[in-house]
């Protein structure tokens, strides 16, 4: 089993930004992909963001260009900063982590709201 800690969310106005981390623990193998995905109300989840062990990344268009993905193996935690936010971003952040024999786990959630 890999469990997943995610912390950082709250509410911050439009233009604002914020930092989600996700501490991953458990069996961990070394190779691995983790990152973001979200789910905002009457909608289904989507990816936000990926990357995997070698640092390569993945984007949603929705968030290419504002939003950064990163990890620090050592850690083994991802973080997502997210920078110019948007109503539209306001959501349940998810945070993922996939590997070839442990499969693919799921965080609690931590919740964004962009709001004035």
């Known amino acids: 089993q890999v469990q997943l800690v995610e912390s950082g969310g709250g509410l911050v106005q439009p233009g604002g930004s914020l930092r989600l981390s996700c501490a991953a623990s458990g069996s961990i193998e070394t190779v691995n992909t983790m990152g973001w995905y979200r789910q905002a109300p009457g909608k289904q989840r989507e990816l936000v963001a990926i990357?995997?062990?070698?640092?390569?990344?993945n984007y949603a268009d929705s968030v290419q260009g504002r939003s950064t993905i990163f990890r620090d193996n050592t850690k083994n935690t991802v973080y997502l900063q997210m920078n110019s936010l948007k109503f539209e971003d306001t959501a349940v952040y998810y945070c993922y982590y996939w590997s070839i024999r442990r499969g693919e786990f799921w965080g609690q959630g931590t919740q964004v709201t962009v709001s004035s």
């Open positions: 990357i995997n062990i070698a640092g390569s990344s």
